[in-house]
């Protein structure tokens, strides 16, 4: 079955890509590709049927890791190390659910690029006044104005908003909310990272090496014999926590077993 020619007249290939990949993002909505080119065909605006095939490739994103090494791109579905199926990184779905929220919000007000909207004959003559009346001096102060005017009405965070409140009850934009998972590495277990003396003046070496036995003389107070004293030197240094992606096949009740120790005690 042939696929409009009105999306992108001169790429038609990129139109059959984006058309396969909108198959395998939605298969459980589509029994076959001919399903999903009937589909984008039905749409009376091409801007529409472009819609539909942007949000499938963004969800195709969400489902399916690609090994970064192979060309042609080779999809995996199961972790190498473990054998369950991959779950994408929380941050990078919180990303896609926030692109496709601001492709649908196109349906809600009709999209204008900058370079038309700000030639409208209202907005000039707006500016038109401001500049002579004092209000905004000179050309970036202008610029300035004109750009935060137009994300106003046209801006990503404007469109993904007025997404939320259309089409989200109460109840769903706080289990949105609650879904949002902050990723946190905990702190750094002694021993710190001490400089090398490698290529330092005698001077810098001295100085290291001072830092150095300060830093053993205070970590050797510490001894971690125990997971519980792990927990607890966790707890009690939660203000050092940075935020980083958890590794693949990470379990949270088990965030203690990502360091080792040595028989004295000492965190590695």
């Keep these: 079955m042939k696929i409009r020619d009105d999306i992108f007249p001169q790429a038609q290939d990129i139109v059959k890509g984006l058309t396969h990949v ?4 939605f298969d ?6 001919n399903d999903i080119i009937r589909y984008v065909n039905n749409f009376e605006d091409p801007e529409y049927a472009l819609q539909f095939l942007e949000v499938g490739e963004l969800y195709h994103y969400v489902k399916f890791y690609y090994c970064p090494v192979c060309f042609p791109p080779q999809r995996i579905e199961l972790c190498p190390k473990c054998k369950k199926p991959f779950e994408m990184p929380a941050y990078i779905v919180l990303i896609m659910i926030i692109s496709i929220s601001e492709r649908l919000s196109f349906g809600l007000k009709k999209f204008t690029n900058f370079f038309n909207w700000v030639g409208r004959k209202e907005i000039i003559r707006e500016y038109q006044s401001l500049l002579e009346s004092g209000e ?7 610029i300035d104005t004109l750009k ?10 404007t469109k993904v908003t007025e997404f939320f409140n259309e089409f989200l009850t109460k109840e769903e934009k706080a289990e949105f ?11 750094d277990l002694p021993p710190r990272q001490i400089s090398s003396v490698q290529g330092k003046t005698p001077e810098e070496a001295e100085r290291i090496l001072k830092e150095w036995t ?18 607890k030197y966790v707890k009690t240094n939660n203000f050092r926590m940075t935020k980083e992606p958890l590794p693949i096949c990470f379990e949270k009740k088990h965030y203690w077993k990502c360091y080792g120790r040595t028989p004295e005690g000492r965190g590695i």
């Design 148 to 157: 935060r005017h137009w994300s106003q009405e046209y801006g990503s965070e």
């Design 177 to 187: 909310i609650k879904s949002i998972r902050y990723m946190i590495r905990v702190p």
């Design 214 to 231: 300060e830093i053993v003389e205070e970590e050797n107070l510490l001894s971690l014999k125990t997971d519980e004293d792990v927990r």
């Design 28 to 33: 459980s909505l589509f029994s076959s590709v």
């Design 136 to 142: 905004i001096k000179g050309y970036k102060e202008l």
């Design 22 to 25: 909108a198959f395998q993002s």
